[in-house]
């Protein structure tokens, strides 16, 4: 079936399911956002150099394992770990200090760490960009309606909805998780029943690290590890973010999925504009939901 | 149980409480009476930590607990319900209570099903989100979730306003039920009927000072007190 020229059913249905694919990662990053700014209320513009420290940690631990078959995973388990354990850092030693400040200090705060991170990236690791190969059981491709879909992707795809359903486990089944949507909402009152608010503040920034780092960990492998591309992914996920609803976990995904598809269909439909579609699709939600479009926390 | 000693609090520059001192004694119940503006939420504020003084200081059970933070204090054993009720919206009925849930080493305490004993419509309501209950099932639940913090003393502000005349009988049983087993209570009142039914002794609040303190039978006879100070 030929829908334009050269477009048939099939790369289009496998153009999707890139999209998708691509989807799951922006969605854990900023599902990682939307954690931090619902529940502290921080704009946290390094999240996208927290990302980028995860992709290149998971660059150093794959290629220090690499005669192992294991080396990437071993680094998808340790990269956001380091991450988080860096956002502990942050907020234990600083953002502690700073939750009665309005917004725009703490905005600028946060944007003093994108440049301290860039140049602690580029200590570390130079100004090169850096390769990673797709692990072993994930090279190749599967024939799917006669098309070959890269595994990895399948592999990312499948665990987007993991990923989803751990996120729902963790804030409607558990205390943490009921403790944080109380506090998004009235933290004087959960001080007032005897919970220490800054206990939970730190485990939700930690968590939403750990997330940015998982997200950096999964984009290894796909494309290249450079200098800016934390700029590039904070953009998408506070776009995301703020067409979803800002605060909500579920409106991340949704804005990650609307996200992903324009911009893989975008691709397909217009090889020199695709990069526009995806903000056309920001600016069109926008207009008719200017809250975006799930309940937004602030 | 509660001794508050020449507080001061203010909100940036203004000052609201002056020299505010009263106590309340294990097993009372201590209403603070006063108009509109009066000072009395304030004052529940500060003991809560929620608002602390610039000068003066609370002690609780002996200890000295100005500046603390209001989850200390919660957990020192004071239960906060505060006048604009402050359910946890998104929550549902069984979340407020899980989250707030302080059990106590040793002695039977509060938990979810004795606050579902003791509000038996709250049971119903279990799964219901808390944004969307009634006025009045709201301060039940607002009550059920300080008492599952296991208080030995309860800060009620205002528990009555707004709501219909046979879910204030009720609630006032359930507040001298609440005495009866041993708690103590400062009532914050602008009502003055339901302060006289409940109260053992009264302080009356005007322009965040204390201008009247005496028995309850005392401020019952005093009619003019009652008329400088309060709405008749
Ligand atoms: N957050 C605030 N910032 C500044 N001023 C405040 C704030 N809250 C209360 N006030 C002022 O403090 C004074 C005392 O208020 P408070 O709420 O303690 O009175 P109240 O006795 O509880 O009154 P009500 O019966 O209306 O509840 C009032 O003049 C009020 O305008
Ligand atoms: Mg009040």
Redo the contacts with the bound molecule.
């Keep these: 079936m030929e829908l334009f020229t050269g477009l048939s059913f099939s790369v289009l249905c496998i153009q999707i399911l890139v999209g998708l694919s691509k989807a799951t990662i922006l969605f854990i990053v900023a599902s990682g956002l939307t954690l931090i700014l619902g529940v502290l209320r921080i704009p946290n513009l390094a999240h996208g150099s927290l990302y980028m420290i995860g992709a290149f940690t998971t660059y150093s631990i794959a290629t220090a394992f690499s005669q192992s078959s294991l080396g990437f995973w071993i680094a998808l388990l340790l990269a956001p770990l380091i991450v988080a354990l860096i956002g502990l850092i942050m907020e234990q030693g600083l953002f502690r200090f700073l939750y009665n400040r309005d917004h725009l200090m703490m905005l600028l705060f946060t944007f003093s760490f994108t440049l301290v991170f860039g140049d602690l990236v580029k200590l570390l690791w130079g100004s090169d960009y850096r390769s990673l190969a797709v692990p072993e059981i994930f090279q190749g491709s599967y024939s799917l309606l006669g098309m070959p879909f890269p595994r990895y992707n399948l592999f990312l795809l499948l665990l987007g909805p993991v990923f989803a359903a751990g996120l729902w486990f963790l804030t409607n089944r558990t205390i943490l998780g009921k403790i944080s949507r109380a506090a998004a909402v009235d933290r004087e009152m959960v001080g007032a029943v005897g919970i220490n608010v800054n206990r939970i503040y730190a485990a939700v920034f930690v968590l939403g690290c750990y997330l940015a780092g998982v997200g950096g960990a999964l984009v290894a492998p796909t494309q290249n590890i450079s200098q800016g591309m934390d700029h590039s992914i904070i953009i998408e996920i506070f776009l995301i973010v703020i067409i979803g609803g800002l605060g909500n976990v579920w409106g991340a995904l949704l804005g990650a999925v609307i996200f992903g598809l324009t911009d893989a269909i975008g691709i397909l439909v217009a090889p020199q504009f695709g990069i526009i579609f995806p903000y056309l699709a920001v600016i069109t939600v926008l207009i008719f939901r200017p809250k975006g479009l799930l309940k937004s926390i602030w | 149980m509660l001794e508050v000693k020449a507080i001061n609090t203010y909100?940036?520059l203004?000052h609201?409480l002056f020299d505010v001192s009263l106590s309340v004694h294990t097993g009372e119940i201590v209403c603070l009476l006063?108009?509109?503006?009066?000072?009395?939420?304030?004052?529940?504020?500060t003991i809560m930590g929620l608002t602390p003084p610039k000068q003066g200081e609370i002690v609780f059970k002996g200890d000295r607990v100005t500046g603390l933070p209001a989850y200390q204090i919660c957990r020192r054993g004071v239960g906060f319900v505060p006048?604009d009720r402050r359910v946890f919206a998104d929550l549902t009925v069984g979340e407020n209570l899980e989250i707030s849930a302080r059990p106590r080493q040793g002695f039977d305490g509060w938990d979810k099903e004795r606050v579902y004993n003791f509000f038996p419509a709250l049971r119903a309501l279990e799964g219901r989100r808390a944004g969307v209950l009634s006025g009045g099932e709201q301060q039940m639940l607002t009550i059920g979730r300080a008492l599952i913090t296991n208080p030995d003393l309860l800060l009620l502000?205002?528990p009555t306003?707004g709501l219909a005349p046979i879910i204030v009988e009720m609630l006032e049983e359930k507040i001298l039920e609440l005495k009866a087993g041993g708690l103590s209570v400062l009532l914050?009142e602008?009502n003055q009927n339901v302060a006289l039914r409940l109260s053992d002794r009264a302080y009356i609040?005007d322009n965040?000072h204390i201008r009247y303190h005496g028995s309850i039978e005392d401020l019952r006879r005093d009619e003019a007190i009652r008329h400088k100070y309060l709405l008749v």
């Design positions: 909100y940036g203004s609201i006063g108009r509109n503006g009066a000072g009395k939420s304030t004052t529940m504020k006048d502000d205002e306003e914050a602008q609040i965040g």
